[in-house]
């Protein structure tokens, strides 16, 4: 299991485009994904007083893109380490991968 925090806005926007393509897809390449240890650092580093938030569970067996294990995106963030690996996904999410979506406070 792999999972991604979504604001409700792109989360609601997904179930009318049948898929899941938030910005970063577009601007990065691929999707940020966290492993269930490394959520709540990512909220902490990304998404600090935010109540707009989706957490969204994906079974990495039913993801129709490319997942890839890497080293963190971006710039340094607080306890998030360079040597730890994060899921990646290399395309759009399909929603029948999605196991749950929950309000998601940071």
């Known amino acids: 299991m792999i999972f991604h925090i979504a604001s409700k806005e792109d989360w609601n926007a997904a179930q ?33 007083g935010r109540a707009d938030l989706i957490l969204l569970s994906a079974d990495e067996t039913k993801l129709s893109a490319e997942l890839k294990w890497e080293a963190p995106a971006g710039p340094p963030a607080d306890n998030i380490s360079q040597d730890d690996l994060f899921p990646h996904l290399y395309g759009a999410l399909n929603l029948d ?4 979506a929950e309000e998601f406070r940071a």
């Open 16 to 48: 009318d485009a049948g898929e899941y393509a938030p910005s970063s897809l577009r601007t990065e390449g691929f999707i940020h994904f966290s492993t269930q240890r490394q959520i709540a650092q990512v909220a902490a580093a990304f998404y600090r």
């Open 97 to 100: 991968a999605v196991i749950s």
